[in-house]
């Protein structure tokens, strides 16, 4: 176990900036997530830290200690790839003792490693047979035991989990995040999927186009998205945004969408934007669809003209035509609106979030 | 859009970058592991092409060996001579029939390879028979065949009571020309079948499901579909086999030498005739240097149209997500929310049916496209296997039964005396010994040894540089040097053995293994790294990083994790370095001068030389012994040999 520290991490092919400028302390046996879309950079800012690439400015540290200039053998990480890069020619188990043969190491510590890995993982039956005879999930359970065995200091994962279908995505989620409770071991995720991040991390950072856009526990960036980006990415279905008018009245922020009048206290954006609100007239509200719910149970309000239901089983996601805006929002699935109707969605201050439409800054 | 904060940090990042800014180093490892191909190649076809440039501005006197720089004079005394201008045109003209006929024939072949047919994996192996057979073979046979008096085309028509004479088919000079084309097509055809059928191989089937819904009939669909989707590959096959077809030789020289006359002198025979019948080294030079200008421009617009640009392959290696994310920024947020709820229903038409009645009914149409198709199969199985087997037959007779008058085509009694001719000289009795028999089993090991050593020193040397190509792919310097090395495959190899022979002299490798050797590297070392490179693509970069992770140093991950890994890859270069090294011909006979180092090739070609009655039944043995090898190789290895041509030519 070891913490990490990137430091000012700057990465460079050819004159495009993959990662820039990047900035994050990982706490020893923290489970931190990269999250953005493909591109962001993210896989980049991982193989720094392997030692895969070799930054172009800034520094990698294991426990404080400079390892930037280190081989990735030299650094006590292991690393499960995205297609598992399980070598073919050899057996799982061959596979697995792999990286404790080329250190070296005494035959009866590397039985009992392989044996503990092999325990862990449930693939004592399979320790003999070739990648190729082996399912996917089987297979990414090989390429995880490969990674543990030899009890590295940091494990790095690069979306270890795409590969695999659905149903098996969400099984072996969970048994990742038991494995690593168990284990204690710093790891660094790598991910496009928010949900799977949402569910892994201790802390999520949410990267964009090389740079870092916020980096804090999962609920806290969904709760709290510092920006329009974090905003749009983190949560499914996309928060719902609009293109508002702004005014400052009697201690309350008067926002006008089309024919609707939506008054939020003023409490609802922080105190260091106060200042910003004196010369702005437009802003960017943001309500996610889960808390536009159909009644009239909240105070904030929208009305509108029901065109698409989708039942999705536990809620049932409506797409309402709100001033030629199209919003979603939910409902009971046994109350749905049938398309044509006329509904009223409600929504609690509490849950608006307002963004500077210049930049995207949350306000 | 001004934003003085983001701009604020923007400048104090840039500031700390400079004082963080690390050393940007160059990786200089795959060069490192291509430079003894590099060199290789270099000192092998880069300095002998130098060579044959400088000899062709020079006069030679080979006797007192004095050289007199003459410039351009013998390009300028060559090129307005009718034999040269006549030649050029020979050579033009086989290039374009050849190039046509054999371009329709593949395909014609690949899409019957590509229908459902009992027996089809038989016949995909089959028709590689002809390609796998040495040229010289090829001649040996096909002359004989067209054999003026006891050949088999005469023996057959006469049999059949068409002609009541033999006909001299090789004597009239358009028939010998047009015959020698022919026999080409017959040896190059499965090669383009082969590469097409792979593709079509590739083809989503969707397409053309896509296109039945749409209504289009299977001629239609051909057109369509099919070729639109082959375009690339038919493109490299063009192109490849005009190349080859300029530098054919060895077929002139087993079944016309040129004749009669000079109807088929075509231009790398005047070269070769020029250099070492008339020994006019300079002038040879010359003749052969001018053909490497048309090879020259093929392979510039082969890489033109293979290579993807510089720009695009930059574009290609940086995600096309880094722009595009960063400019989905606020603005196209705030464009989304103003896109309009869509209600476009009634502006689509409805259209009427189709009627597009089939011409036939269909139950006829299937059962003539039945008959169609087994008509098809025989005729390619024939087509490849009957010559083959005709050699076999004739192996198999007596020497007095071949040279029957008049000519026929029925066998006499088979009979196994000429293998004990050629394999065991010593202990047959009856019958004539001819010298040149003796030396089969000789030529046969020579032929063994050289493609032993070729191929393992092909295999070593270009899987080494095709893994750095394959995983340096963007250095520039690397790009560079690829490209001089697909270059280099590009230009014919005519022109490098003038030069190879005149430096052999002075370092005493005319007639020795090793020279061969040498000489057969600069024909196959490019193709071998080229095919490496186009397997290894293929293999996923995340192997060699998990090595690295697990311990591996760099040299270790490509010894313990690539090569084992690329087994299949290194098989399909291996048969192909042999096949090349056991099939060669015209370097084998300039550089070889004694029975101590010719390979099987020449010995045949010896055969021809001095041909007497009593030969005719060893030559056909030797020849069937030459092309067993390379025929079992292609039969078995099949599969292997086409998905490497393919990943060897086709991935840029």
Redesign the interface.
């Known amino acids: 176990m070891a913490s990490v520290t990137l430091?000012?991490l700057?990465k460079q092919?050819?004159g495009?900036c993959?990662v820039?400028?990047l900035d994050i302390a990982i706490a020893q046996g923290e489970f931190l997530t990269l999250l953005g879309?493909?591109?962001?950079g993210k896989s980049t800012a991982l193989a720094c830290v392997?030692?895969?690439e070799?930054?172009?400015?800034?520094?990698v540290l294991f426990d404080q200690r400079d390892v930037?200039e280190l081989?990735?053998?030299q650094r006590n990480?292991?690393?499960v790839?995205?297609?598992f890069?399980?070598?073919?020619?050899m057996s799982v188990r061959e596979n697995i003792s792999?990286?404790l043969r080329?250190?070296k190491l005494d035959a009866k510590i590397i039985t009992t490693q392989v044996t503990a890995a092999a325990e862990m993982l449930d693939l004592g039956t399979l320790l003999d047979r070739r990648p190729s005879e082996l399912s996917g999930g089987q297979r990414q359970r090989v390429a995880v035991g490969?990674a543990i065995v030899r009890n590295p200091a940091v494990l790095l994962m690069d979306e270890p989990l795409s590969n695999l279908d659905a149903g098996l995505r969400v099984k072996t989620r969970t048994e990742i995040k038991r494995l690593q409770r168990e284990l204690g071991t710093t790891t660094v995720f790598v991910t496009h999927d928010q949900e799977e991040a949402m569910v892994l991390s201790d802390r999520v950072a949410v990267m964009?186009?090389?740079e870092l856009q916020q980096i804090g526990p999962p609920m806290e960036v969904y709760r709290r998205p510092a920006n329009?980006f974090v905003a749009?990415f983190i949560g499914s279905p996309t928060m719902n945004?609009?293109?508002v008018d702004v005014a400052r009245q009697d201690g309350k922020l008067l926002c006008a969408l089309g024919a609707h009048r939506i008054e939020l206290p003023i409490d609802t954006v922080s105190a260091g934007s106060m200042q910003w609100f004196a010369q702005a007239r437009h802003a960017?509200l943001g309500v996610r669809p889960t808390d536009l719910v159909a009644g009239s149970g909240s105070k904030l309000r929208l009305d509108g003209e029901v065109?698409l239901v989708e039942p999705i089983g536990p809620i049932c996601y409506l797409n309402v035509?709100v001033g030629?805006?199209?919003v979603k929002g939910v409902c009971e699935p046994d109350r749905a609106p049938a398309p044509g109707e006329r509904i009223t969605l409600s929504f609690p201050a509490s849950r608006v979030h307002v963004f500077d439409?210049?930049?995207?800054?949350r306000l | 859009?001004a934003?003085t904060?983001?701009d604020k940090v923007s400048t104090d990042?840039a500031l700390?970058?400079a004082v963080?800014?690390?050393h940007?180093?160059r990786d200089w490892f795959p060069f490192f592991l291509s430079l003894p191909a590099l060199l290789v190649v270099f000192l092998i076809i880069g300095v002998p092409l130098v060579y044959s440039v400088v000899l062709s501005l020079h006069r030679i006197n080979i006797l007192t060996n004095r050289w007199i720089f003459v410039g351009l004079d013998n390009y300028l005394q060559i090129l307005p001579q009718a034999e040269f201008i006549s030649a050029l045109e020979r050579t033009a003209y086989f290039a374009a029939i050849t190039v046509a006929v054999g371009l329709v024939l593949g395909v014609a072949m690949a899409l019957v390879l590509n229908m459902n047919f009992p027996g089809r994996g038989l016949l995909r192996g089959v028709v590689l028979i002809p390609w796998a057979m040495a040229p010289v073979t090829v001649g040996v046979l096909w002359g004989w065949i067209f054999d003026g008096s006891y050949g088999a085309l005469n023996g057959l028509l006469l049999d059949l009571g068409l002609i009541d004479r033999p006909i001299h088919w090789l004597g009239d000079g358009t028939a010998a020309f047009n015959l020698v084309a022919l026999v080409y097509v017959w040896n190059q055809a499965p090669l383009t079948a082969l590469l097409v059928l792979a593709n079509l191989q590739s083809m989503p089937e969707n397409l053309h499901k896509a296109a039945r819904i749409d209504g289009a009939g299977g001629l239609r669909r051909f057109f369509s579909i099919t070729l639109p989707w082959l375009r690339p590959v038919l493109l490299l096959i063009l192109i490849l086999t005009t190349i080859n077809s300029i530098m054919a030789f060895d077929l002139f020289w087993t079944m016309t030498r040129g004749g009669p006359g000079s109807a088929t002198t075509v231009f790398s025979w005047l070269g070769y005739s020029y250099a070492f019948q008339f020994l006019r080294f300079a002038e040879g030079a010359a003749i052969l240097y001018v053909l490497t200008v048309p090879c020259l421009l093929l392979a510039w617009a082969y890489s033109r149209w293979f290579f993807p640009s510089v720009e695009s392959q930059?574009a290609a290696?940086?995600?096309?997500?880094?722009t595009?994310?960063?400019r989905r920024?606020?603005e196209s947020?705030?464009d989304?929310?103003?896109?309009?709820?869509g209600t476009s229903r009634e502006s689509l038409a409805r259209l009427p049916l189709s009627d597009r009645s089939p011409m036939l009914p269909p139950r006829l149409r299937r059962t003539l496209g039945r008959i169609a198709l087994a008509f098809a199969v025989v005729a390619i199985f024939i087509w490849s296997v009957g010559p083959f087997l005709w050699l076999v037959v004739m192996s198999l007779q007596k020497s007095a039964d071949l040279v029957r008058t008049p000519p026929t085509v029925i066998p006499g009694p088979l009979t196994l005396v000429n293998y004990r001719f050629v394999l065991f000289p010593q202990g047959v009795a009856d019958g004539q010994s001819s010298v040149q028999a003796t030396r089969v089993p000789l030529g046969i090991v020579n032929s063994l040894i050289v493609g032993v050593c070729v191929t393992v020193v092909n295999l070593v040397l270009g899987s080494i540089a095709g893994y750095a190509y394959s995983r340096a792919a963007?250095s520039r310097l690397m790009r560079g040097t690829l490209w001089a090395l697909m270059l280099t495959r590009m230009t014919p190899s005519l022109a490098l053995i003038l030069p190879f022979f005149l430096v052999f002299k002075t370092l005493n490798l005319i007639d020795t293994r090793t020279g061969l050797v040498i000489a057969y590297c600069s024909l196959i070392l490019p193709l071998a790294i080229w095919m490496m490179k186009g397997y290894l693509d293929g293999l996923?970069p995340?192997?060699e990083?998990?090595?690295?992770?697990?311990?591996?140093t760099r040299l270790?991950a490509i010894r313990k994790?690539v090569l084992?890994?690329a087994?299949p890859g290194l098989v399909a270069t291996g048969i192909f370095c042999f096949l090349v090294s056991w099939n060669e011909f015209i370097f084998a006979l300039i550089l070889t001068g004694t029975p101590a180092s010719q390979t099987i090739p020449v010995t045949i070609a010896g055969f021809l030389v001095q041909l007497r009655f009593y030969d005719y039944g060893p030559m056909f043995a030797a020849s069937v012994l030459a092309v067993i090898p390379p025929v079992i190789i292609a039969l078995a290895f099949q599969r292997y040999l086409v998905r490497g041509m393919l990943s060897g030519s086709l991935k840029g």
């Not at chain 1, 890069?85 to 020619?89: C, F, K, M, R, V």
């Not at chain 2, 290696?317 to 880094?322: G, T």
């Not at chain 2, 990083?545 to 591996?552: E, M, S, W």
């Open positions: 430091q000012h700057v092919f050819r495009v993959a820039n400028g879309p493909s591109g962001c392997a030692g895969l070799k930054p172009s400015a800034g520094a930037t081989e990735p053998h990480i292991a690393l790839f995205q297609d890069a399980l070598y073919p020619h792999f990286g080329q250190k490969r964009r186009a090389g329009l749009g945004f609009f293109n960017i065109f035509d030629g805006q199209a439409p210049n930049g995207g800054r | 859009m934003n904060l983001l990042a700390e970058m963080l800014q690390r940007e180093r930059r290696a940086v995600s096309p997500d880094f595009r994310t960063g920024d606020v947020l705030v989304e929310l103003g896109a309009k709820i963007r996923p995340n192997l990083k998990a090595a690295l992770v697990d311990g591996c270790q994790i084992p890994v087994r």
